[in-house]
């Protein structure tokens, strides 16, 4: 029988140390915010780890450490696509990396997407005691016993660390005293510093850099214990800038309004992805959360929203809420329940149906991939609006050139939540779809 619950009745150390301890065999599921990680284990040894945290896909990965650009990862997709390889496989063959800096990329990808667990103060977990024959792609050999001692001690840094960055809209400004060459270890560490202009959030620079929270918070801490930056103030989450440096090359008053028969499928990010998945069929032939682990966990509080039915009747309006077509308003009081029932198996899959039926729905009508977004109005003009951190992402990559496909690729969230992010900017003026040039 499989042992299920959540951290808040089994912490992750204590899990970990019944694995080693007992020298089990199987695959251990996390799962938090809609995203689920996978860590496999042999005879107590970890030998390989996936991930559908959109953060840790292989090409978020490469561009959080700089070792792609965007554009060349959008270069790979499309080539990947078109040729029915593997992302990995292609940047080689591109000349983006050679094929022992991909193998090094591939261990630190497995790695950290391990270590980033102890990064978790909540979660729902499983463990299925199954042995899997088939090989993960990049294969690990970690002892759980160094998996604690370097856990933990990552544990402690994000304990102090949250001490001092305890929120996503802090602002961070340059001192009068420069940080030294030392500081700038890589080319992220120097994304990371430039990133910083007195205005963007954490929250902003986090997804401007396709980094981690650890990643950037534990730079960020450090530079602010070298004096090298300070708090410069404090934002309210949606009350956020606009970015700068989005050029407005083409003339909103050029498109036209695309019809809905320009209807393109989005292509799948092609991933080296550690773990084989397994989907949940979506409508339309679509899969839902394409590249997640499932993780059937059981149980349900009857209290789910204030005022609202029990977790049974809530599920039934949703339900009744997607055959009339009203698929947003679905998922609204799916998310909402999510957020009280993450272990709930209904839940999960009516949520996944949900969303797969939006994105096929939002590609259709709303927005084809291959329609190029632009600002109806100079960026600078939008400095009064308040923006979450995702529409800031979005802005920042609308440029007249890049199409729906390209930002919706390039994104460090998941794809249903860009493309509600850029039909609600379309639906309130702040964006227009024009042809491809």
Same mark, same amino acid.
């Given at each position: 029988m499989?042992?299920?619950?959540?951290?808040?009745?089994?912490?992750?150390?204590?899990?970990?140390?019944?694995?080693?301890?007992?020298?089990?065999?199987?695959?251990?599921?996390?799962?938090?915010?809609?995203?689920?990680?996978?860590?496999?284990?042999?005879?107590?040894?970890?030998?390989?780890?996936?991930?559908?945290?959109? /953060?840790?896909?292989?090409?978020?990965?490469?561009?959080?450490?700089k070792?792609?650009?965007?554009?060349?990862?959008?270069?790979?997709?499309?080539?990947?696509?078109?040729?029915?390889?593997?992302?990995?496989?292609?940047?080689?063959?591109?000349?983006?990396?050679?094929?022992?800096?991909?193998r090094?990329?591939?261990?630190?990808?497995?790695?950290?997407?391990?270590?980033?667990?102890?990064?978790?103060?909540?979660?729902?977990?499983?463990? !299925?005691?199954?042995?899997?024959?088939?090989?993960?792609?990049?294969?690990?050999?970690?002892?759980?016993?160094?998996?604690?001692?370097?856990?933990?001690?990552?544990?402690?840094d994000?304990?102090?660390?949250?001490?001092?960055?305890?929120?996503?809209?802090?602002?961070?400004r340059?001192?009068?005293?420069?940080?030294?060459?030392?500081?700038?270890?890589?080319?992220?560490?120097?994304?990371?510093?430039?990133?910083?202009?007195?205005?963007?959030?954490?929250? !902003?620079?986090?997804?401007?850099?396709?980094?981690?929270?650890?990643?950037?918070?534990?730079?960020?801490?450090?530079?602010?214990?070298?004096?090298?930056?300070?708090?410069?103030?404090?934002?309210?989450?949606?009350?956020?800038?606009?970015?700068?440096?989005?050029?407005?090359?083409?003339?909103?008053?050029?498109?036209?309004?695309?019809?809905?028969?320009?209807?393109?499928?989005?292509?799948?990010?092609?991933d080296?992805?550690?773990?084989?998945?397994?989907?949940?069929?979506g409508?339309?032939?679509?899969?839902?959360?394409?590249?997640?682990?499932?993780?059937?966990?059981?149980?349900?509080?009857?209290?789910?929203?204030?005022?609202?039915?029990? %977790?049974?009747?809530?599920?039934?309006?949703?339900?009744?809420?997607?055959?009339?077509?009203?698929?947003?308003?679905?998922?609204?009081?799916?998310?909402?329940l999510?957020?009280?029932?993450?272990?709930?198996?209904? %839940?999960?899959?009516?949520?996944?149906?949900?969303?797969?039926?939006?994105?096929?729905?939002?590609?259709?009508?709303?927005?084809?991939?291959?329609?190029?977004?632009?600002?109806?109005?100079?960026?600078?003009s939008?400095?009064?609006?308040r923006?979450?951190? !995702?529409?800031?992402?979005?802005?920042?990559?609308?440029?007249?050139?890049?199409?729906?496909?390209?930002?919706? /690729?390039?994104?460090?969230?998941? !794809?249903?939540?860009?493309?509600?992010?850029?039909?609600?900017?379309?639906?309130?003026?702040?964006?227009?779809?024009?042809?491809?040039?």
């Amino acid at each position: 029988m499989p042992l299920a619950g959540t951290f808040s009745t089994m912490t992750l150390p204590d899990l970990l140390q019944w694995i080693g301890g007992a020298r089990k065999t199987g695959t251990l599921l996390v799962e938090r915010n809609r995203a689920t990680k996978a860590i496999r284990v042999r005879d107590g040894r970890v030998i390989g780890s996936s991930s559908d945290d959109p /953060q840790q896909r292989l090409g978020q990965f490469l561009l959080s450490r700089k070792r792609i650009t965007e554009e060349q990862l959008l270069q790979a997709l499309t080539i990947g696509t078109q040729a029915g390889e593997l992302l990995g496989q292609v940047l080689v063959e591109m000349g983006a990396l050679d094929s022992e800096e991909l193998r090094g990329e591939l261990r630190a990808k497995a790695e950290e997407i391990i270590y980033s667990l102890f990064d978790w103060d909540e979660g729902v977990f499983r463990f !299925e005691e199954t042995v899997d024959d088939q090989d993960d792609v990049f294969p690990v050999d970690l002892r759980i016993d160094d998996i604690l001692l370097r856990g933990v001690k990552r544990y402690d840094d994000m304990t102090m660390i949250r001490g001092l960055l305890h929120s996503p809209g802090i602002v961070l400004r340059y001192t009068s005293k420069p940080p030294g060459p030392d500081i700038f270890s890589d080319d992220s560490s120097r994304a990371m510093y430039a990133a910083i202009d007195g205005e963007r959030t954490l929250a !902003e620079i986090l997804l401007h850099v396709h980094g981690s929270e650890y990643q950037v918070k534990k730079f960020f801490y450090d530079l602010h214990e070298g004096g090298f930056v300070e708090i410069a103030k404090s934002k309210e989450r949606e009350a956020v800038g606009v970015p700068c440096h989005s050029p407005r090359t083409r003339s909103a008053a050029s498109c036209e309004e695309p019809g809905l028969e320009l209807s393109l499928e989005p292509v799948p990010d092609l991933d080296l992805e550690l773990q084989p998945v397994r989907a949940t069929p979506g409508p339309a032939g679509r899969t839902a959360a394409a590249g997640a682990p499932t993780l059937p966990l059981p149980g349900a509080p009857t209290s789910i929203l204030a005022g609202a039915d029990e %977790l049974g009747d809530a599920l039934t309006r949703a339900n009744r809420m997607m055959t009339a077509g009203e698929i947003e308003g679905a998922l609204d009081i799916l998310n909402a329940l999510y957020r009280e029932s993450p272990a709930d198996d209904a %839940l999960r899959r009516l949520t996944a149906e949900a969303e797969a039926a939006f994105v096929e729905k939002a590609y259709r009508h709303y927005l084809p991939a291959n329609q190029v977004p632009i600002l109806t109005r100079p960026a600078d003009s939008l400095s009064s609006e308040r923006l979450t951190p !995702e529409e800031f992402f979005l802005l920042s990559r609308i440029d007249g050139t890049w199409d729906v496909r390209s930002i919706i /690729q390039v994104a460090p969230f998941r !794809e249903v939540d860009a493309l509600r992010t850029l039909k609600r900017m379309r639906e309130i003026g702040m964006i227009e779809l024009c042809d491809p040039p």
